[in-house]
């Protein structure tokens, strides 16, 4: 390949341009992923796959040769980033970024089915497919915001996560020793309480686990009242950084002076 | 009609003034809307239906006939507003606003049983009946809040919902492959999958369905906590953009200093 | 009563003084209000019934004695209050004030059955003792806090209660014709569907009711989804009005300056 | 022990240094923690205890031999400590600490058995054995985080629990009322009807208890809207304190002007 052409496939691929072509290319992956993603999820459904489950195979195949296409292309055209241009081993921090890892789990579930052989194994291969929904996040602005939010939050995040399994443990310990011998089958163990602890400090109460006994009743409540104040915490963190975020957002669009029309974006 | 009598017309159906004539036909219209929402939803009652049946279709009429005069005089004495007045199409796009749509579906259900012979569509455009309540957006404030909720942080739920759906799709699809072989039955496929993804990631948890293998267990022990904290961002931004629209509301109604009474409202 | 015992009885009933007396009082008067409020609870309980049931009736007279006496006491000792001193009718407006008619429901229940022979109302007014609950709003700071808030924000609750209205209708409507063909028994009719929305819509989710249809699982998701954070707003109106509030209260009892010590409080 | 030795077990024990010996002691003790913790969990699971039970004794007897050492230092050591060291009772107050109250509830139920025999009162005592889970609060930023929240919200949540109980009194009394005749088992008393306040007010909804009748849904719904308003006033007070408690961290971590290098720390 010329220098040129090489260059034009970098903007296309890395969407550095903004004209037709690139546009017509993002539209045209978007919509392939989007198109697989219905795909992997209505192939589940019986009815739909015995009328229409001649066409996954070659749409499959079709899909892959794109995506295989696009991925090698990355790597190709990766030399040409200023960031990964003079390091030594550029290609290969290039290719553990993590946008790359999904764009290898998305086709993968293809060929590794030529190497390996033992069917359990395939058969979570092919979940891997799922991972293409991923690839959107290059192209979706909302995925991203959820992207900074997690790393934006991580630590806090971290923080209340240890403790909400502390709180798990100990709840669920409790109620354990409080059930356990009215109810050996659905306490038979703190791992298995465990699952009770989950769906009653989330608030969910699926209703096939709960105390029957007075001291379980008991701890349920006052786990109930306390936990659930205590697992609201990564949630109210979530909803607050994304709204921050989002208002940065807006704000970086949006950085002039109303006055004077000078750039005024120092965040 | 005269001049007069039209402009008259337009007044009090528009509520331009604050007459004695125009608030008793307000307070009409509302208490009209309010006994057809009634009517709507105590007719459902079979006891109910037994023993004041035949009231319904003579209200039924008398209400169409009201709200008939009602839609064609607005569409008459659209032209006095001045949004309609100097356009070519004026009348046309009057006809398409939002709350000319709702007083339409609110009489087109006694309407197109006499040109629909299909009983199917029938029944399905009798629930169009149930538009009427929307009829009361013009008349009440809080209806209007919303509406200007959801419109001012419209751009924040799309993202919010988009990424709602991403987070739904990938929890149920996980779980369909955990709990397919163990519960054939309920997690019958990824689509099927995702009515235990809603009824867990809003925390509703019927008790319909729910894992009961290990993997399943851990999958949903997971999207629970993370899912949740995800699906609490647009019940964030809905409750502090309501908030928000109060305070804004309160202020732009009482916007004169206490000292000096003049006009401070710079918001 | 000379005038100097009125003056006594109006500081230690209404606690204007800080002695020991009326201290001792008002200890007196929560204690009994506390076990009134468990003898209520715990009565209930066959149990405790059948060992102290002998117990309840003498303590019942004693209670209602002394919570006569100090209705009577406080109506007595009214016209020494500024606020109702000078009106022609002080006495009837205070005996109409919200604490003196939860006085009055709290002895009401031993009265009324030798005048009502009526069984079933009987039954009904015994259900007032509970009211002496709120007897202890007079002493409770917390109850007071809880009380302003809902004063300070009644507007908006209102408004966001009728917003909650709206959607319960709507979505009640709506599942109701999705799924009355299904389930004739569970929904009847719109008002027993709405025993769906409300268990939905605060995501409570027991488990009696639910969907089954695929149109009625769509319309759940939708409901869920988007009524669930219109069903936050008064949520958050409570949560940050509460915050609020104990805010304001801390601030007025510490309301000087640190560096000046003069009063600074002007909110 | 020489003065020096006292000093140098004083620095390792207390982490008033950061050597590598002091590091390497406290990893040891978290690691030690974290094996116990997951010991305690996973030897209820039988599979676990049937396979590798034989190891657990021999853990439980080198723990605790650990444990005590750790102990029995920290009080020798404890008269080094500057807080500790001019009172009388210095030892005694620094024994009655809550987190040397901790460390002796972590090695009390292995000796206990020995001086009691009562086998009841030996399963409860061998509860305690998860108390080892709080040992790690002495490393672990998270929790002392939450353990401040806790502390510095404690009047705000006091009182917001208090409303919470009031609130369940007053809604499992009526629910009790009009429920207990058609479900006389589930709703037997007004102490069980609160089982389903809190499972309700929680909103976590197991299904196990609801009203069927229709003043009991009436109840239910409103107790729904409202109470749950009230139960999610301590949600959002942990939530915020939470948040402010990491901020606060930050700050204090961070407090030097980033141009200067100044200390700017004021809060």
Known sequence: MTNKALQRTYEILEGTTNDKVTK????????????????????TEESVLDEY?????????FSVVIFTAEYIGRIIVCKLNPKYQNSKFGVLRFVFTPMMLVDLAAILPFFLPFV??????????RLLRLFRLFKLARYS?????????????????????????????????????????AQPAVFSSIPAS?????????TIGYGDVYPITIP?????????????????IPTGIMASAFTEELR????????????????ISHD
């Not at 390996?116 to 291969?125: G, L, Y």
């Open 24 to 43: 017509a290319f993002q539209f045209f992956i978007i919509a392939l992923i989007t198109v697989n993603v219905i795909v992997v999820i209505i192939e």
């Open 53 to 61: 489950g001649y066409l996954f195979t070659p749409f499959e195949i």
């Open 116 to 125: 390996v052989t033992d069917t359990r194994f395939i058969r979570i291969i």
């Open 141 to 181: 602005d909302p995925m991203q915001t959820l992207g900074q939010v997690f790393k934006s939050k991580a630590g806090d995040l971290a923080v209340a996560f240890f403790i909400l399994f502390i709180v798990l443990i100990f709840a669920s310990s409790l109620m354990y020793h409080a059930e356990h011998e």
């Open 194 to 202: 465990m699952w009770w602890g989950i769906v009653t400090l989330t």
């Open 216 to 232: 379980g009743k008991l701890i349920a409540a006052g786990v109930a009242v306390i936990g659930i104040a205590v697992y609201a």
């Open 248 to 263: 940065k957002k807006k704000a970086s669009t949006n950085n002039t002076c109303p006055h004077c029309g000078k750039d």
